[in-house]
C-alpha cells in the first residue's frame, strides 16, 4: 500500500482480513478528517460506538478529544485528521496484540506520507509505541518532541484515560501547548 492514493488505501483497509479483528468487527474504521492536515492525532483502535459508527472518537473520549481541540483554537475536520493504529475493533476494547499491531501498521503509515502533516499528535502509549517503533512508559514520552517520518510527533494521554484520571487532564494541556 506504500503508493496507493486515498481512495485506493480506503478501499484496501475495507478488504483487510490479514488478522483476526476485522472478523470480529462490524466494520473498518479508516480515519477522519482534513486529508491535508496540519495535525495528525493517532489513537490506539475504534471502540464500539466508532464500531458502530465507522468513525474514530465519537463516544466520551471523542467529546473529551474534540474539547481537547477546542482549547488550541481547533476543530474536528478542520486542518486535523484523527486516526488510529488498528482499523478494526479490538474484541472487548482490549490493546491490539503486536502482530495486529504490525500488520495495520501501513496503513497509518501510508496515511501519515498521504496527509504529511506538520505535527502528530499519539494519544496513549499504544499510538506513541506504535509510530516511534519502540517500547517505552507512557510517562517517559511525554514532554519530549520525537520524530516519526521526518515529522515532530508528540505523545499525550489517551482521552478515554483522562475520562478515568481526570487530575491528569492538566498534563495532557502541557502536552498540547508543546
Not at 482480513?17 to 492536515?37: P, Y
Not at 471502540?47 to 472518537?57: C, K
Not at 483554537?73 to 495486529?100: D, M, S
Not at 478515554?160 to 498540547?176: E, V
Request: proline share 7%; net charge positive.
Amino acid at each position: 500500500c506504500a503508493s496507493l492514493g486515498w481512495a485506493e488505501l480506503k478501499a484496501c483497509v475495507r478488504a483487510c482480513a490479514a488478522c483476526a479483528l476485522r472478523a470480529g468487527c462490524k466494520q473498518t474504521v479508516f480515519g477522519v478528517g482534513d486529508e491535508q492536515a496540519d495535525l495528525l492525532f493517532v489513537g490506539e483502535g475504534p471502540g464500539a460506538e466508532e464500531d458502530e459508527r465507522g468513525e474514530p472518537f465519537v463516544g466520551q473520549a471523542g467529546q473529551l478529544l474534540d474539547n481537547m481541540l477546542l482549547a488550541i483554537k481547533l476543530k474536528r475536520g478542520r486542518a486535523v485528521y484523527i486516526g488510529n493504529v488498528v482499523k478494526c475493533r479490538p474484541p472487548g476494547n482490549l490493546t491490539p496484540l503486536p502482530e495486529e499491531i504490525k500488520l495495520c501498521l501501513p496503513y497509518l503509515q501510508r496515511q501519515i506520507q498521504l496527509i504529511r502533516p506538520r505535527v502528530i499528535v499519539a494519544l496513549g502509549k499504544t499510538a506513541a509505541t506504535a509510530l516511534l517503533g519502540r517500547d517505552a512508559t507512557l510517562a517517559s514520552l511525554r514532554g519530549t518532541v520525537h520524530d516519526c517520518q521526518g515529522i515532530p510527533l508528540i505523545v499525550t494521554y489517551h482521552p478515554a484515560y483522562l475520562l478515568r484520571t481526570p487530575p491528569d487532564k492538566a498534563k495532557a494541556w502541557q502536552d498540547l501547548r508543546l
